[in-house]
């Protein structure tokens, strides 16, 4: 997940963003980990932020931050899709953060099939 500054142009990077004096990550970087974020938004009455992500094929998963927390957070993806080790013996992987709900793809499947 990006940060930036859109304010200006072009575009600046907040000089708080976690991997901003890492030479092996890109400076916007906010957060890792997230396989495909379709949709996200920040709570009106407090600032917290949620994201919708996209699973590989048996979880989707709905993270969650509170507003003030800082980035740099690994959500987990590329190891683990939701909860489950995905490719975790590929890779070197790091714990990912808590994660608020998962929902098995099959349940979703029926759930819009009882439409």
């Not at 004096?21 to 980990?33: L, M, Y």
């Not at 994201?51 to 959500?75: C, F, H």
């Amino acid at each position: 997940m990006l940060r930036i500054n859109v304010n200006t142009l072009p575009y600046t990077i907040p000089a708080d963003n976690p991997y901003v004096s890492d030479p092996n990550v890109a400076d916007e970087i906010w957060a890792i980990g997230l396989r495909n974020p379709f949709r996200w938004s920040f709570d009106r009455s407090n600032g917290d932020m949620w994201i919708a992500d996209v699973g590989q094929g048996a979880q989707e998963e709905i993270n969650y931050r509170a507003s003030g927390t800082t980035g740099g957070i690994n959500y987990g993806w590329r190891c683990y899709e939701g909860s489950v080790a995905y490719n975790a013996q590929a890779i070197a992987c790091l714990s990912p953060v808590i994660y608020l709900l998962f929902i098995p793809t099959d349940v979703i499947a029926q759930m819009v099939a009882s439409r």
